[in-house]
């Protein structure tokens, strides 16, 4: 496995980002610095609520630390966009005949979306 693909390789990477020290991230996860250097390096198995924690110190999402999906992500973009484009001209044909239909019985339409401000 490349290095740059492991957790702790990642968490170095951030923590000298922001220039912390090994002794800093210890204390503030509560652990001693050797446990701590267990971490960087892959000698001990991380939990999630231990990466969740070391994402907090380090003010960064946890997902910058987690591995790449071995499948991607299984969304594809372009599909994606296709589909709710056509979601919207579906949903919005109803409104636009609800429209209509209120104007002709006298009813006063009014468009509240526009007035989120």
């Not at 990466?51 to 591995?67: C, F, G, K, Q």
Request: glycine share 6%; no cysteine; aromatic share 8%.
């Amino acid at each position: 496995m490349n290095t740059m693909d492991t957790i702790g390789e990642k968490i170095r990477i951030q923590r000298l980002i922001k220039n912390y020290s090994q002794e800093y991230m210890a204390f503030m996860l509560e652990i001693s610095q050797p446990a701590y250097s267990n971490i960087e390096s892959g000698k001990t198995e991380i939990t999630l609520n231990r990466i969740y924690e070391i994402a907090e110190v380090l003010e960064i999402s946890a997902y910058l630390l987690m591995p790449k999906p071995k499948y991607g992500t299984g969304i594809n973009l372009h599909t994606f966009y296709h589909t709710l484009k056509k979601l919207g001209s579906l949903l919005s044909k109803p409104s636009q005949e609800k429209k209509m239909a209120a104007i002709q019985q006298g009813i006063v339409y009014r468009d509240i979306s526009k007035n989120l401000d």
